[in-house]
């Protein structure tokens, strides 16, 4: 029987969570909505009497004031600039995430609403045990593609 290595692993992880990662995105019910998003499961619940409008317009009755000045030009292609690149980078991470730990995210959409929360945070949550085996799998396989050594062979 042939001895695994953390490269082997690691690259079973990899196509194992970015083939979730895409059933996550393509799979759909019949009104287009993606079957595997967090709003989709049992695990939310709502309130039902309708009245959201309450709290919110109380605690936020106060009008935004930006901060620095409008006049100047520079400030707002700045403030644009910066939010463009907020964007973008939080669209990054949250697709890295989506492909790089699509398995974890698929196993809570199916699983989680049945566990209690502190075992779906312990088992699915960011640092979860799934995603923590995952990463740790990552960085072996990083440190032994830089260096060509096995970190997991025996000396």
Do not use: C, W
């Amino acid at each position: 029987m042939a001895k695994l290595s953390i490269a082997h692993f690691a690259i079973i992880f990899i196509i194992l969570n970015l083939v979730a990662g895409v059933i996550q995105v393509v799979v759909v019910d019949s009104d287009g909505k993606p079957i595997f998003d967090d709003t989709a499961t049992g695990g939310y619940a709502f309130d039902t009497d309708g009245n959201y409008t309450a709290d919110f317009s109380t605690d936020m009755q106060e009008e935004i004031q930006p901060s620095g000045s409008i006049d100047d030009a520079s400030d707002q292609i700045a403030r644009v600039l910066d939010m463009m690149s907020l964007g973008f980078i939080s669209k990054f991470t949250n697709t890295i995430k989506k492909y790089m730990y699509g398995f974890t995210g698929m196993l809570d959409s199916i699983v989680g609403p049945m566990l209690n929360d502190a075992a779906r945070t312990v088992i699915f949550g960011p640092v979860g045990a799934l995603n923590v085996m995952f990463t740790i799998s990552y960085i072996l396989f990083g440190i032994y593609l830089f260096t060509g050594r096995n970190v997991m062979e025996e000396v």
